[in-house]
């Protein structure tokens, strides 16, 4: 007995040490074994501070720089968002390292030096565990989150739901939900207001549009599963602000409870929808999954015979935050450039009237005929 007793003692505080070692070794010795390999090589950077790194620098440099309004529109907008990155690079040079929390940002500027990184270490390069960790709730293991031989399998199985042919098809949804947020828009002036935020219906509009893409007929619960996601992803990176700090995805915290019950009310209603498309198939109802992005992708992974459910609910998720925000953006900056050049507005609608004299509204077909370099146009006004 005593003896098992002292086998016991010698285990634990085996484990123990290890543990310690490996966040004394986490959060000091790599750190300054890193720092000291890239000094050798001539890339400096700011020192960091213990556990958060270079964190508060950035924050309170952002604070200050977005504390203000923008006096007039100008797309010279890195000192504003990004001061921290102009700052460090006229200290330290074209290459500098920079802490987030314990996990060291290499910034290039240099494009050569780019070049020959992305194309030597395309195989090893990624996206970080902190990356990772902070939306493994969010967006899981999905294509935007894989790394090396993962991303390249995730890829061949997604890739074929997006080829050209297959987005014909998605043009008459992209019609009909532009068609009802114009509308909400018309509603809103009828209604006497002088003033909308424009961003709220580009966001409204791509939900809309991705949620009938994906989920075709099951479009109204992929919005119910946007919704979900929205606030999944203010969670999540509330939550991923404290990463630094070991152990903390464990601690019983609000977020982390709210994140567990978002998520696992996001995967049911995923697999509610998949579970619906498979027993079609089995039970006969359809030969396919379908011909939406959802049902697309099933079929691929079927062929490959790697129907993995997890993987294709984190895919899903994936379509939802990658299709969605980014086009809500550039739809907003678009609107905001056209608003401030009235005279670019006139000759954007001349051209669509002239190519789309019918009813206005450009088909598939007819996308390339519009040639207006508008954009690019503005952009040079803006800056001169």
């Known amino acids: 007995m005593g003896m098992v007793m002292v086998v016991t003692i010698l285990v634990l505080l085996s484990l123990l040490l290890k543990l310690a070692y490996?966040?004394?070794?986490?959060?000091?010795?790599?750190?300054?074994?890193?720092?000291?390999?890239?000094?050798?090589?001539?890339?400096?950077?700011?020192?960091?501070?213990?556990?958060?790194?270079?964190?508060?620098d950035m924050a309170s440099l952002v604070s200050k720089t977005t504390s203000h309004d923008m006096k007039t529109?100008?797309?010279?907008?890195?000192?504003?968002?990004?001061?921290?990155?102009?700052?460090?690079?006229?200290?330290?040079?074209?290459?500098?390292?920079y802490w987030n929390g314990t996990e060291p940002r290499l910034c290039l500027t240099e494009t050569e030096l780019i070049k020959e990184f992305l194309s030597k270490c395309s195989t090893v390069s990624g996206r970080s565990w902190q990356q990772r960790q902070g939306s493994k709730h969010f967006i899981g293991g999905g294509l935007l989150m894989a790394n090396a031989q993962d991303w390249y399998h995730q890829r061949h199985i997604v890739a074929p739901a997006f080829a050209g042919d297959r987005l014909k098809g998605y043009a008459g949804h992209m019609v009909e939900c532009t068609k009802e947020m114009l509308q909400l828009l018309q509603n809103a002036l009828d209604s006497g207001r002088n003033e909308v935020e424009i961003g709220e219906y580009m966001t409204k509009l791509t939900a809309d549009i991705i949620s009938r893409t994906e989920f075709g007929t099951s479009y109204q619960k992929g919005k119910k599963i946007f919704h979900l996601l929205k606030v999944l992803q203010t969670r999540c990176a509330q939550a991923s602000r404290h990463l630094c700090l070991p152990g903390s995805r464990y601690f019983p915290s609000k977020y982390n409870r709210e994140i567990k019950s978002l998520k696992m009310e996001v995967e049911r209603l995923l697999m509610e929808i998949i579970q619906s498309r498979k027993d079609c198939v089995e039970i006969g109802r359809s030969e396919s999954y379908g011909n939406d992005l959802l049902g697309m992708l099933l079929n691929e992974m079927e062929k490959k015979n790697s129907l993995d459910l997890q993987l294709v609910m984190d895919e899903c998720k994936t379509f939802f935050f990658a299709g969605h925000e980014t086009t809500a953006l550039l739809l907003t900056w678009t609107v905001m450039l056209l608003a401030s050049n009235p005279s670019w507005q006139q000759k954007v609608r001349d051209e669509i009237k002239s190519i789309c004299s019918d009813s206005g509204i450009p088909s598939f077909h007819q996308l390339s005929k519009l040639t207006l370099d508008f954009e690019l146009r503005i952009m040079g006004d803006c800056t001169s």
Request: aromatic share 14%.
């Open 22 to 56: 490996q966040t004394i070794s986490c959060y000091w010795l790599t750190p300054l074994r890193i720092k000291k390999i890239m000094e050798m090589q001539g890339v400096g950077g700011p020192k960091p501070r213990f556990f958060s790194g270079n964190i508060l």
């Open 73 to 97: 529109i100008s797309h010279d907008i890195v000192g504003r968002l990004l001061p921290h990155f102009l700052l460090w690079s006229s200290q330290y040079g074209k290459r500098f390292v």
